[in-house]
């Protein structure tokens, strides 16, 4: 995992834990956890989070992006950013 991804990670973990998880604080969620099937986010928090990664990273996910292979895990989503900035930067 580079500095970056796991920046991001945990960026996406206070914001998921702060939101989402509030609670149940004891509540423990790997990097590869999927957010839906634990029952972390519902469609609704997958909203927030999309909203969250734009105002945080500055990236904006197309619809076509909205998916659980891009926003599915903590670590998903910190690759997903990562793949958004380098191409903002490449252009």
Same mark, same amino acid.
């Given at each position: 995992?580079? =500095?970056?991804?796991?920046? +991001? +990670?945990?960026?996406?973990?206070?914001?998921?834990?702060?939101?989402?998880?509030?609670?149940?604080?004891?509540?423990? &969620? !790997?990097?590869?956890?999927?957010?839906?099937?634990? $029952?972390?986010?519902? !469609? &609704?928090?997958?909203?927030?989070? &999309? @909203?969250? +990664? /734009?105002?945080?990273?500055?990236?904006?996910?197309? /619809?076509? /992006?909205? !998916?659980?292979?891009? *926003? $599915? =895990?903590?670590?998903? +989503? @910190?690759?997903?950013?990562?793949?958004?900035? $380098? @191409? *903002?930067?490449?252009?």
């Amino acid at each position: 995992m580079t =500095t970056a991804e796991s920046e +991001i +990670i945990e960026r996406v973990r206070a914001f998921v834990a702060e939101n989402f998880l509030y609670m149940r604080p004891d509540f423990e &969620l !790997s990097v590869d956890d999927h957010l839906l099937e634990r $029952g972390v986010v519902d !469609s &609704l928090g997958v909203v927030e989070v &999309l @909203a969250f +990664i /734009e105002n945080e990273f500055g990236v904006c996910a197309a /619809e076509e /992006e909205i !998916s659980e292979a891009n *926003l $599915g =895990t903590l670590r998903a +989503i @910190a690759r997903f950013v990562m793949n958004k900035q $380098g @191409a *903002l930067a490449r252009v």
